[in-house]
């Protein structure tokens, strides 16, 4: 039995009148933890820092609790934390059954309450965060970037995954009641294709969105690269020979007019195409004057 004492703690319970209340002092000496105990031999303890300890009283609520509720500090005064039941409002890792969604009064939200950002990690490294101070960016989600600049704001790549059928990427049309939309979406393929859009608008209407082998986008005039001239035939010759200057593929298509004085009406046509020299051969009805040219335009083949 002295082995015992010798051991545990000394337990001293002093009973004190303080402005006609009752308070029980238990202490021990050696540990400063307090064993409670009834007739079961184990104990359940309460212990406080070795070190560093400041004085206070934590005040019981006075009534008891609803089943679920926990214990939180309502108030703080100088030396006294103020303890009340409430309910348990936190999101378990199983899921939680809640109410009803939302952010008023007896509804419940998953976020902050006050004017900070809420952010998502994943092993220590932040994946996504809303944003929750106050201004023009209040609300703005940014997934792999802190700083989002828009409602949604993506800092790394964007993959519309599908199981069979292709996923689209919609745009719906600008009316509130409207139930349309353009969207775009990729065909079956050998390989990846990245496209890569100009760097500057188009500088006049009517350009088209072409594209090299690459897959580097730019803005060109339709006939931009359609290869076309003006000839000036020799003066008195019928037949004529007009160089293209670029490679005429087998089955292109010379398109060919007069362009003559008025009153004349003269008749032409394409003899032949030279896919070796790059040329192609036109005969006129009469021989051509001073003031006579021939327009031409080479369409390629598919």
């Not at 009641?177 to 859009?197: C, M, P, V, W």
Request: glycine share 10%; hydrophobic share 40%.
């Amino acid at each position: 039995m002295q082995r015992m004492l010798n051991i545990l703690a000394i337990i001293t319970a002093i009973v004190l009148l303080v402005n006609g209340q009752h308070r029980l002092m238990a202490q021990s000496q050696t540990t400063g933890t307090l064993n409670l105990r009834n007739t079961q031999p184990s104990t359940v303890s309460l212990s406080i820092p070795q070190t560093g300890v400041a004085g206070y009283t934590l005040l019981l609520p006075a009534q008891q609790g609803s089943a679920g509720q926990v214990l939180t500090v309502a108030t703080v005064t100088t030396g006294q934390s103020n303890l009340t039941w409430s309910d348990a409002a936190y999101w378990g890792l199983a899921g939680s059954s809640i109410v009803k969604g939302g952010t008023a009064s007896g509804e419940q939200y998953l976020g902050t309450s006050n004017e900070q950002d809420l952010v998502l990690a994943t092993n220590g490294v932040e994946r996504l965060r809303i944003n929750g101070a106050a201004g023009p960016r209040q609300g703005f989600i940014g997934i792999a970037t802190a700083t989002p600049n828009a409602p949604v704001d993506l800092g790394a790549t964007v993959l519309l995954s599908n199981s069979g059928s292709a996923t689209e990427l919609r745009f719906a049309e600008p009316f509130s009641s409207g139930t349309n939309f353009t969207s775009f979406k990729a065909r079956e393929q050998a390989q990846d294709i990245t496209y890569t859009l100009p760097g500057a608008a188009p500088t006049s209407d009517g350009m088209v969105l072409t594209s090299s082998t690459g897959g580097d986008l730019q803005w060109r005039r339709p006939l931009a690269d359609v290869r076309r001239g003006v000839f000036t035939p020799a003066i008195g010759a019928f037949v004529h020979v007009i160089a293209v200057g670029t490679d005429i593929t087998s089955g292109s298509i010379p398109l060919i007019t007069m362009m003559n004085p008025a009153g004349t009406t003269i008749g032409l046509s394409v003899t032949g195409v030279d896919d070796v020299n790059d040329t192609f051969t036109v005969e006129t009805s009469v021989p051509l004057g001073a003031a006579d040219r021939i327009a031409w335009m080479i369409v390629q083949p598919n």
